[in-house]
């Protein structure tokens, strides 16, 4: 069964910076592209950056271009990939849970499995 550990959150003042790291294992990885998604309070999950297998192509939603990067280390074997999000000059409105996932593929963010417990990034004014 997949399972994927978010870890890194917490809390930060605006203009600060945290990284987040996911643990991804329990299924065939290999070839799967990764993303990240978010959950303000009160509101629903949200696409936040996807990174291909290989690492070489990348994309983001608008508001997070330029502060946010995404990365990822694959294990030898394919049985687990750690995908990470350096989050820089953080926002308020960045306060959310954060989850990462398989995704179809960069151009087709549809996840694929199920969600982990998140981690926690709230960003004080």
């Known amino acids: 069964q997949e399972q994927q550990v978010e870890t890194g959150g917490g809390l930060v003042q605006a203009g600060g910076s945290l990284r987040l790291s996911c643990v991804a294992s329990?299924?065939?990885?290999?070839?799967?592209?990764m993303g990240w998604f978010r959950q303000a309070p009160g509101k629903g999950r949200t696409f936040v950056a996807a990174i291909s297998w290989s690492g070489e192509h990348t994309v983001y939603t608008d508001s997070v271009k330029g502060r946010f990067t995404v990365s990822r280390d694959n294990a030898r074997d394919n049985a687990k990939t750690t995908v990470y999000l350096q989050m820089n000059n953080l926002k308020p409105e960045d306060t959310a849970v954060y989850y990462c996932?398989?995704?179809?593929?960069?151009?087709?963010?549809?996840?694929?499995?199920?969600w982990g417990q998140g981690t926690q990034v709230t960003v004080s004014s």
């Open positions: 329990g299924l065939t990885l290999a070839g799967y592209s």
């Open positions: 996932r398989p995704v179809k593929s960069v151009s087709n963010i549809t996840p694929v499995g199920s």
